[in-house]
């Protein structure tokens, strides 16, 4: 029977039976993660203390988080990538700038550029005025003058500086207005014919000689809009009649004189041009000209006080200028402004005031005395010295 008794225990075991009460147990997880929990709640409480510690001495326990090797930082892809492109804008525009840009004016792909020492240039209250002498025949001339207008507000808006208008106002060799226009630099136009262009213009003036030597059907009138102003507010005049006098298209005799500040002559050279149909010698004036009686003035723009040149010209004015025009068709680049007492010159030939102290700036003189008005309010009457300088230079 014992057989057969242990046969049964062992079919019993062999079955799934349950192990014999004093059987060895295996060790349950909850045992095996005791230690565990108790080293970190080891290292928390100690973590604790050296935190209250750094607290007490001042410290930022948690300043190590700050390092480097807690930083993700993209790796850039390539070389260019990792070069930061920094690109330089200009928020300025000076006289020099608008000049050197009219010697590289083009019109619907068609060159319709002038030299820079034959314009001069003015930028007051938004706007830019260019003068140009020209001996053009007067079917070229109103073609040139109307393109390099609107080229020029067409560059103007590109500078994004807050340009609003751009005017062109051509001359003849004596200074006497051929033809003005202007046109607004919001409103690009960049091809079209005369009268298409003339159209789109605010305002613009053609000269009675000028406006007759066109023919009899130019497509467009002598004159439209509003009437273009100069900087200091007047109305540009251009004679609407033909006259007996006719427009200057010969250059005329000029004399280079070098005076002191009180108008002596120091020394002079006289030169003289033949007839050149090209482009003018930019001796003109941006007064109210008009054609016939005519004055002389000799003028000096002296910057050598602050290291620059000086440079002096005898020239044929429209009765009735100021010393400001007298400026103006001289062939200088200068920077001016309307204020309450009349325009006030801020840079020459890029000398501008306060770049050598925060006193210093250009004057003018006539025959020796510095009048107390503005150089628009002072009427010449000929065969005055204007003499310009650039005053209280700070080494």
């Known amino acids: 029977m014992a057989g057969i008794e242990d046969l049964e225990k062992n079919n019993a075991q062999a ?59 993209a790796e850039p892809k390539d070389d260019a990538a990792a070069t930061p492109q920094i690109t330089a804008v200009s928020n300025t525009v000076t006289a020099d700038d608008v000049c050197a840009a009219a010697a590289g004016l083009t019109f619907d792909g068609a060159d319709v550029s002038v030299a820079s020492d034959e314009v001069v240039a003015v930028i007051s209250d938004g706007g830019i005025w260019v003068e140009q002498a020209t001996t053009d025949d007067a079917a070229t001339m109103v073609s040139a003058t109307v393109r390099r207008a609107a080229a020029l507000a067409a560059w103007a808006a590109d500078q994004n500086v807050g340009f609003t208008q751009a005017t062109w106002i051509a001359e003849d060799a004596n200074g006497a207005v051929r033809m003005v226009v202007r046109f607004v630099c919001s409103v690009t136009v960049t091809s079209g014919s005369e009268q298409a262009l003339l159209s789109t213009a605010t305002g613009y003036a053609i000269s009675g000689n000028a406006y007759a030597q066109l023919g009899d059907a130019p497509g467009f009138a002598q004159s439209s809009g509003e009437a273009p102003t100069l900087p200091d507010a007047a109305e540009v005049t251009v004679v609407a009649n033909k006259t007996a006098e006719g427009e200057a298209l010969e250059k005329t005799k000029t004399t280079n004189r070098v005076v002191d500040q009180n108008g002596k002559e120091v020394s002079s050279k006289s030169s003289s041009s033949d007839d050149d149909s090209s482009a003018g010698s930019g001796s003109g004036s941006t007064s109210s000209a008009r054609q016939g009686d005519t004055i002389t003035v000799y003028i000096t723009v002296d910057g050598s006080s602050a290291g620059a040149g000086s440079s002096s010209a005898t020239l044929s004015l429209p009765a009735g200028a100021t010393v400001y025009d007298a400026l103006a068709g001289c062939g200088v680049s200068f920077n001016a402004s309307v204020t309450g007492y009349g325009m006030y010159v801020s840079s020459i030939g890029g000398l501008a005031e306060k770049d050598h102290g925060g006193m210093s700036g250009w004057m003018y003189s006539v025959d020796g005395v510095t009048p107390n008005v503005a150089c628009s309010s002072y009427t010449l009457s000929g065969g005055e010295s204007i003499y310009w300088w650039y005053a209280n230079v700070e080494y």
């Open 15 to 73: 079955e799934g039976a349950a192990p014999a009460p004093n059987a060895p147990r295996p060790a349950s997880s909850a045992r095996l993660w005791r230690p565990v929990v108790g080293v970190v709640a080891a290292v928390v409480l100690a973590f604790c203390g050296w935190s209250a510690w750094q607290y007490a001495n001042g410290n930022d326990p948690l300043a190590f988080l700050a390092g480097d090797a807690f930083q993700t930082v």
